[in-house]
C-alpha cells in the first residue's frame, strides 16, 4: 500500500451546526451524508452553499476546521499559492497585507500626485469644517 494515499478525515466544522469538513477539502451534511459541490467564486476563491448558512469559502470552513479560529490581524494563506487546493496542510495563517486604508496612499485625477491617506483625510476635513460652523451657528 502507497504511504503517499491517506484516508479522509472528516470533522465537524465549528459554527455551522450540522456540517463536516474533510483532510481532503470536502465539505458533506452530517443529516444525510450528502457531500456538497464547490464552485468558483470571485477572486478564482472555491465556494460551496452550505443551507441555512448561505455560500461560503471553502478554505475559510476547511482552516476554521483543522487549524482552529483565525487569529485577530490574519488571514487564511495557501501555502502553495494556489486557492484551489483547500486541503488543511495547504493552509496557514499569516498577517494580512494591507492594500488601502491608513497609511495607504491615495491618487489624484489623472494619477499624477500620490498623497497619503491620512493627508486626505485631513484636507477634505478642512474643506468640510467652515461648511458645518456654519450650519451649527444658523441652529437656535
Same mark, same amino acid.
Given at each position: 500500500m502507497d504511504d503517499k494515499v491517506t484516508k479522509e478525515r472528516w470533522e465537524?466544522? *465549528?459554527?455551522?451546526?450540522?456540517? %463536516?469538513?474533510?483532510?481532503?477539502?470536502?465539505?458533506? !451534511?452530517?443529516?444525510?451524508?450528502?457531500i456538497l459541490k464547490a464552485?468558483?467564486?470571485k477572486g478564482w476563491m472555491r465556494q460551496v452553499v452550505l443551507p441555512g448558512y448561505g455560500l461560503k469559502c471553502l478554505h475559510?470552513?476547511?482552516?476554521?476546521?483543522?487549524?482552529?479560529?483565525c487569529p485577530t490581524?490574519?488571514?487564511?494563506?495557501?501555502?502553495d499559492?494556489? *486557492?484551489?487546493?483547500?486541503?488543511? %496542510?495547504?493552509?496557514?495563517?499569516?498577517?494580512?497585507? !494591507?492594500?488601502?486604508?491608513?497609511g495607504s496612499t491615495l491618487t489624484t485625477k489623472g494619477g499624477a500626485q500620490k498623497i497619503p491617506y491620512e493627508q486626505r483625510i485631513r484636507e477634505i476635513w478642512?474643506?468640510?469644517l467652515p461648511k458645518?460652523?456654519?450650519l451649527l451657528k444658523r441652529e437656535p
Open positions: 465537524k466544522i *465549528p459554527g455551522y451546526e450540522g456540517f %463536516e469538513a474533510s483532510t481532503l477539502a470536502r465539505i458533506r !451534511r452530517t443529516t444525510d451524508g450528502r464552485g468558483k467564486g475559510l470552513l476547511v482552516s476554521r476546521t483543522f487549524l482552529g479560529p490581524g490574519n488571514k487564511v494563506k495557501f501555502n499559492g494556489n *486557492p484551489y487546493n483547500c486541503q488543511p %496542510e495547504n493552509l496557514s495563517y499569516g498577517p494580512a497585507e !494591507r492594500k488601502h486604508g491608513r478642512q474643506k468640510l458645518t460652523e456654519l
